[in-house]
Nanobody, 124 residues
Framework: QVQLVESGGGLVQPGASLRVSCAASGRDFSRAIMAWFRQAPGKERVFVAGISKSGSTTTYADSVKGRFTISRNNAENTVYLQMNSLKPEDTAVYYC?????????????????WGQGTQVTVSS
């Protein structure tokens, strides 16, 4: 199991970039599939991006493909989400999640380790 703490959220203008980070504690980080989800007000928490244990494979929701990049540093127990060309519809609380499975899952129920979330607001 891992404990997750997100950071780096904030208020940015449309078109700007922002990077959010997720620091993990525990010795199992390199064995975990990592993902970012987001939850907008009044909406369900949805998959944004996921990365394999080694970092060699990534997958994205269609809404962020080409704008967001997920990466991880297993030596530092950290996963990142680089967000470029941000839009107002990207406004949400962003959550880091870990799953001890064999593939990058897009379903929320597959993840049993969650951070507390970090707010990202895109507004002019």
């Amino acid at each position: 199991q891992v404990q997750l703490v997100e950071s780096g959220g904030g208020l940015v203008q449309p078109g700007a970039s922002l990077r959010v980070s997720c620091a993990a504690s525990g010795r199992d980080f390199s064995r975990a599939i990592m993902a970012w989800f987001r939850q907008a007000p009044g909406k369900e928490r949805v998959f944004v991006a996921g990365i394999s244990k080694s970092g060699s494979t990534t997958t994205y929701a269609d809404s962020v493909k080409g704008r967001f990049t997920i990466s991880r540093n297993n030596a530092e127990n950290t996963v990142y989400l680089q967000m470029n060309s941000l839009k107002p519809e990207d406004t949400a609380v962003y959550y880091c999640a870990a799953a001890f499975v064999f593939y990058i899952a897009r379903v929320r129920d597959q993840y049993d380790n969650w951070g507390q979330g970090t707010q990202v607001t895109v507004s002019s």
